[in-house]
Every structure is written in structure tokens, then in C-alpha cells.
């Protein structure tokens, strides 16, 4: 069976410092896995994915993953958080049965 | 494309009591989704559909719990003598069906069982 762990549920930054949201996966097939992204009072949103071919994805807000296999990791970074970042971000994975397995979540909260 | 919608935004429920939720896809979107989401916790699969066939069910599903998508556009998800434990947000998802493809999600429906 799949599993996602998100292992901060929290994540306080100030404006422009770096941030990494970090998510492990454990899978015993090939996987998709996902970013996804909640802002306040509004449904979930595709960040970004990783499907096949390059490792490291990107978004077009400046946030980047990196797949690592060997880790089974999928951690999300971005180099400067601006306000508008604070939301909460999940972490998934699918092996393409289209069952998405998704984490607890992550809540970045970006102070000024 | 005015995106996945769903209907009611807020149900507030006696416990016993039955409840239906509405969801309409993104037009000619073949694949639909439920989720269900408790606070603090990401999303969990319940079902799936790919035009009206319901190919598969979470075992979150209980018997209590029932989907369709009829005519393969919108779907219902009905819950039958609702217990407490069935407070949650249910969201609905749907995409094209190519693939691996995106998933876009609805606002949820928020269930509050008294």
C-alpha cells in the first residue's frame, strides 16, 4: 500500500526567506506524485507534478520538487516566500490506479 | 469552464438523518471523484467514476454511503443515518481522462452532524 508523509504540519517563515516543505513517500510500485495547494476558503489547486523524465518539476508561482527515489522523497522548495504563499500544501501520490493517496498537510504561514 | 461546483457549500444534519450532495464536473471532464476530509488531515480517496461506471470504492465507503453519476455528467453522493463521525468536508474532483491527468477539485461540502 502507498503512504505520504508530510513531516511538518507547521511551517512558520518570514517574507523572502527560503522555505522546504518536506514529504516522503513509501510505494512498492512506480509513482506519480503531486503537490497540491489549499489557500484560505478555497478548494485544492495542482502546484505541480512529477509524471516521468526530469526529476526536479516547477511551478509557475517560483515553487520547485525534486523527486529523489532513492529517498522516496518529493520535498517542495521555493528560494523566496512572498504573503500570498500562506496556504496549506499536500503532498500525494498515485501509482496510476487513480487513487490518489494524499498527506495530513502542510501549513506555511508566511509572517512579514 | 466555470469549474467543478458543488451543492450545498454547508449541511448541518440531526444524526439519523440522510443527506445528498451534488456535484457537477467540469464539462466533458469522463472521470469524477469523491474525497473526504476531516480537520487536520488531507484528503481520502471514497470513489471513483469514469463516465457513470463507479470502477472503484475506498472501504472508507460503507454500506451507509452510496454514489452515482446517472448520465455520466453530474454526481450524487448520498449518506444514510448520518453518525457524528460523518462530520467532515467531502470534495469532489473531476478530469479529463487521459492518463495520469489533472485533477481539479470543487469548494467541498462541509457536513456538520449534530
Known amino acids: 500500500a502507498q503512504s505520504v508523509t508530510q513531516l511538518d504540519s507547521q511551517v512558520p517563515v518570514f517574507e523572502e526567506a527560503p522555505v522546504e516543505l518536506r514529504c516522503n513517500y513509501s510505494?512498492?510500485?512506480?509513482?506519480?506524485l503531486f503537490w497540491y495547494v489549499q489557500y484560505p476558503n478555497q478548494g485544492l489547486q495542482l502546484l505541480l507534478k512529477?509524471?516521468?523524465?526530469?526529476?526536479l518539476v516547477e511551478s509557475i508561482n517560483g515553487f520547485e520538487a525534486e523527486f529523489n527515489k532513492s529517498q522516496t522523497s518529493f520535498h517542495l522548495r521555493k528560494p523566496s516566500v512572498h504573503i500570498s504563499d500562506t496556504a496549506e500544501y499536500f503532498c500525494?501520490?498515485?501509482?496510476?490506479?487513480?487513487?490518489?493517496?494524499f498527506g495530513a498537510g502542510t501549513r506555511l504561514f508566511v509572517k512579514a | 469552464d466555470t469549474g467543478v461546483s458543488q451543492d450545498p457549500r454547508h449541511k448541518i444534519t440531526k444524526r439519523g438523518q440522510n443527506v445528498t450532495f451534488r456535484c457537477d464536473p467540469i464539462?466533458?471532464?469522463?472521470?469524477l471523484y469523491w474525497y473526504r476530509q476531516t480537520l487536520g488531515q488531507g484528503p481520502e480517496f471514497l470513489t471513483y467514476?469514469?463516465?457513470?461506471?463507479?470502477?472503484?470504492k475506498s472501504r472508507l465507503l460503507s454500506d451507509r454511503f452510496s454514489a452515482e453519476r446517472p448520465k455520466g455528467s453530474f454526481s450524487t453522493l448520498e449518506i444514510q443515518r448520518t453518525e457524528q463521525g460523518d462530520s467532515a468536508m467531502y470534495l469532489c474532483?473531476?478530469?479529463?481522462?487521459?492518463?495520469?491527468?489533472?485533477?481539479?477539485f470543487g469548494p467541498g461540502t462541509r457536513l456538520t452532524v449534530l
Open positions: 474532483a473531476s478530469s479529463l481522462g487521459k492518463g495520469t491527468d489533472t485533477q481539479y
Open positions: 510505494s512498492s510500485v512506480s509513482v506519480y
Open positions: 512529477y509524471l516521468s523524465g526530469s526529476t
Open positions: 500525494a501520490v498515485d501509482t496510476g490506479g487513480f487513487k490518489t493517496i
Open positions: 464539462s466533458e471532464h469522463n472521470r
Open positions: 467514476f469514469q463516465n457513470e461506471a463507479q470502477l472503484e
